[in-house]
């Protein structure tokens, strides 16, 4: 006889109980909770194959909560994928061990993103979900034709990234996104009644959504809800009403079984309680073949799903797609037309040039703004919006939700086949910060379009102009930033955005910038990082570094400065990671030994100083803006702040003079 749906769910909670205690941290009670919902789930409706995690048209799985980790590790392992194995959920949160304290979707391919951020892996889910309507418009229900489900908990639906998530999704219609509602009434502190009394299904009522409520503890029930969610054209909410902690008799249903071991004595009462005589860590044969059995039955689909590609005269061109690698023969001629001409744009019109020439050469970008449209510059004439009534468009208005773009963008790029960008002012990364950290964390493939990248912008004023951003996002590990002086570096940016498989930040100016780059060099210079754009004509006794606006500036600061019989260099750092990665003998090339006093290195950026003596050592000068900006027309900011090639000069010549190096 088959085990229940209630004892396969039963070996979820053992090894959620028992990974836990091994590793005496972990949250128990929310797989405990979740299981029987999750089995639900798993046995009948999500389309996967163990054989092959990334088969493009699985389903996607999304454990929003990303706490309940060990929720997906059971169900990996149970199902049948080679990882993780018993051994790495034995060695759950321990170093070397696949099985994170959070999925990681770089530590096992069954993990599609990473979670624990709370709101955040529902929030990536809505991007999934539209990337499957924009392929699914592309290439028919033959090769792309799947669902994408979320078990999200109290805490992703309280978090402010929520209302953002439901709206796009509402507003999109995405009615192959399933959200699971882990509504167990507990949080850390204790009782939702703490800190919540809105109405959850109401909201998501309001913005467009179906919703359905079950008792998650009958997956039965689930099944039912589930099978109500599929059938609704609209994106689905299942309330589940659960208990955290399920099973465990003392502490179930508060929130000591939340986030901690249950202890010995509970988790034998558990035992007990669930009917579970088995030693930790072991699953009885018939429950594991009914798994391994539940975890074979999407292989004949992917078989057909095979025989369909190989049939499909789109074969070559969707394989493409998902490779990632897109095409770069848009990049020399576009070039080729800039030098012919030397445009005086700003860096954002720059950047719009160049996606004109990208957007027709690489199919697989979609665009967007977080409704700067028209500043941002990031819609090219060809594309058309993305709306439910045309999933096959090109553009996404994200509306006024910058962290729900971004998080949409991660999980657009995760699930693969399309190359996401999209743009916001360079301030308000701060609202898309912590989906930044995500793409960076996760190697998502997203081109971040920032505007109006300093005081440059002019009018707007303080609020407006951002000052220690661009430092900040360069401490953020694996992430490219990118802060372009002129068109020709804005399209070699643009080409190794594309080609990095990690996010990219291009940091634009609003203000027109002069052409620095006026001459073919057969190479993408700003691969580099940082190269020497003008040699010093006398001696050398001075060095700048300037990104982006401010290497004219720095450009005509060494003119002055030439004029007096100093040699000054100028480089240009439109990339510091690119920099740092370099060999060092052409570190040093460009940057000679810090400690090298016969030198004064000057670095010039309308931002904050701090950072950038990394450059220009502890002598050096930096010059910069260590405060909040004002409301001015640019040229008066600039004025303002000493951001001038006289001021700068008069500056540089001064410190040289103190320091007897004339
Ligand atoms: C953005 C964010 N803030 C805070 C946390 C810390 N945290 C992890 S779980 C949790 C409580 C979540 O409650 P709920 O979703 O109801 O989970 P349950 O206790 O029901 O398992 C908190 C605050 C986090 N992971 N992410
Ligand atoms: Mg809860």
Known sequence: MQPTQRRLANAIRALAMDAVEAANSGHP??????????????????????????????????????????????????????????????????????????????????????????????????????????????????????????????????????????????????????????????????????????????????????????????????????????????????????????????????????????????????????????????????????????????????????????????????????????????????????????????????????????????????????????????????????TPENYAGRYIYYGIREFGMAAAMNGMALHGGVIPYGGTFLVFTDYARPAIRLSALQGAKVIYVMTHDSIGLGEDGPTHQPIEHLQSLRAIPQLEVYRPADAVETAECWALALANDGPSILALTRQNLSPVRTQATGENLCARGAYRLKSAGAARKVIFLATGSEVEIALAAAECLEREGIGADVVSMPCTERFDAQPQDYREDVLPDVSNREILRVSVEAGTTFGWERYTGLHGLRIGIDRFGVSAPAPAAYEYFGLTPDKIAAQVLDTLQQRDMR
Request: glycine share 10%; aromatic share 6%.
């Open 29 to 386: 009670g929310m797989p405990m909770g979740m299981a029987d919902a999750a089995t639900a789930l798993f046995t009948r409706f999500l389309k996967f194959d163990p054989k092959d995690p990334r088969w493009p048209d699985r389903d996607r799985f999304i454990l929003s909560a990303g706490h309940g980790s060990m929720l997906l590790y059971a169900l990996l392992y149970l199902t049948g994928y080679e990882r993780p194995t018993i051994d790495d959920i034995k060695h759950f949160r321990q170093l070397g061990s696949p099985c994170a304290g959070h999925p990681e979707n770089f530590e096992l391919p069954g993990v599609e993103v990473t979670t624990g951020p709370l709101g955040q892996g529902l929030a990536m889910a809505v991007g999934m979900a539209v990337t499957e309507r924009h392929l699914n418009a592309i290439y028919g229900d033959d090769l792309v034709d799947h669902h994408t489900y979320v078990i999200a908990g109290d805490g992703d639906l309280m978090e402010g990234v929520n209302h953002e998530a439901v709206g796009l999704a509402g507003n999109l219609k995405l009615g192959r996104l399933i959200v699971l509602w882990d509504d167990n009434r507990i949080t850390i502190d204790g009782s939702t009644e703490l800190s919540r009394n809105e109405d959850v299904v109401a909201r998501y009522a309001a913005s467009a959504w179906h919703t359905v409520e079950c008792d998650g503890l009958d997956s039965g029930k689930v099944s039912k809800a589930i099978e109500e969610a599929l059938a609704d054209p609209r994106p689905s909410l299942i309330r589940c009403k659960t208990i955290i902690g399920y099973g465990a008799p003392h502490k179930q249903g508060t929130e000591a079984t939340h986030g901690a071991a249950l202890g010995a004595e509970e988790v034998a009462a558990a035992r007990v309680e669930l009917g579970w005589d088995m030693p930790p860590f072991e699953i009885p044969n018939d429950v594991l073949e009914t798994w391994r059995a539940f975890g074979g039955r999407g292989a004949e689909e992917r078989a057909s799903w095979i025989e369909r590609l190989e049939a499909s005269g789109h074969k070559q061109a969707f394989l493409a797609r998902l490779s990632g690698k897109p095409d770069e023969s848009w990049l020399k001629p576009h070039l080729d037309s800039l030098l012919a001409n030397p445009p005086k744009v700003a860096t954002r019109k720059a950047s719009e040039m160049a996606l004109e020439a990208i957007n027709s050469a690489v199919p697989s970008t979609i665009g967007g703004s977080a409704d700067l449209t028209g500043s941002n510059n990031t819609k090219t004439k060809a594309l058309e919006p993305l």
